[in-house]
């Protein structure tokens, strides 16, 4: 398995608080994404990067920031967390888009209250 | 919006060939075809893709029309541990969109 870990697994928070999720990769990998998943949706992207200080947006990137310092971090905030971003966010990480494989983490389980 | 045309839901049952199509008729020559699994309460896992020949690896085979306007992703010998939902995705890595997926149910 790609060494790849999220952190915190599951989390319960109230609405109107900061929060940030973190990937954490082994592999070296130039390439991070992060992902939300909601019933009848699949996998939607949020954001991505492409190195280090290189990130964009995905296709649901409002009322989320990400940061990436260093190769094998890349982390998520959530600036004011609110209901609708209750979900399960999934980190990917991949070698080059020539490589043509994403990896993912086992997901971050998140619940705005 | 995803770009590909797949059934909500399959079933198979234990030891038989399963095939999961796949419609992606807006194709573009620089689209590669991916499939993606996810197995119950964890994260997509990579299972093939291709660009315009058939492909095989140990987990399953993929086979793509001529005019790459569908694909079908074939498990030879389904187990229980193939349930799972199985994406198909058109594009370029780095701009995976993915649909809501085959639900692929394996009866013992």
């Known amino acids: 398995d790609a060494g790849i870990t999220q952190s915190p697994r599951h989390k319960v928070t109230e609405t109107g608080t900061p929060v940030t999720l973190r990937c954490h990769q082994t592999?070296?990998?130039?390439?991070m994404y992060w992902y939300r998943q909601d019933p009848g949706h699949g996998l939607r992207l949020i954001h991505y990067?492409?190195?280090?200080?290189?990130?964009d947006k995905g296709e649901v990137s409002d009322g989320y920031s990400v940061s990436r310092s260093k190769t094998e971090d890349f982390l998520l905030t959530l600036e004011s967390a609110t209901s609708s971003q209750t979900s399960v966010y999934f980190c990917a990480i991949s070698e080059s888009p020539a490589k043509n494989i994403q990896y993912f983490g086992a997901g971050t389980r998140l619940s705005v209250l | 919006d995803a770009k590909t045309t797949q059934p909500n839901s399959m079933e198979s049952n234990e030891e038989e060939p399963v095939h999961l199509p796949c419609n992606h008729s807006t194709i573009s020559g620089t689209d590669y075809i991916h499939w993606y699994r996810q197995l119950p309460s964890q994260g997509p896992e990579y299972v093939i893709h291709g660009l315009t020949s058939n492909v095989n690896n140990r987990m399953a085979s993929l086979a793509i029309a001529e005019d790459r306007k569908s694909s079908t992703l074939i498990l030879h010998r389904a187990t229980l541990r193939d349930a799972a939902v199985y994406y198909c995705?058109?594009?370029?890595?780095?701009?995976?969109?993915f649909g809501t997926g085959t639900r692929l149910q394996v009866f013992p």
């Open positions: 592999e070296n990998h130039r390439y």
């Open positions: 990067s492409y190195g280090v200080k290189d990130t």
């Open positions: 995705i058109q594009g370029l890595t780095d701009k995976l969109i």
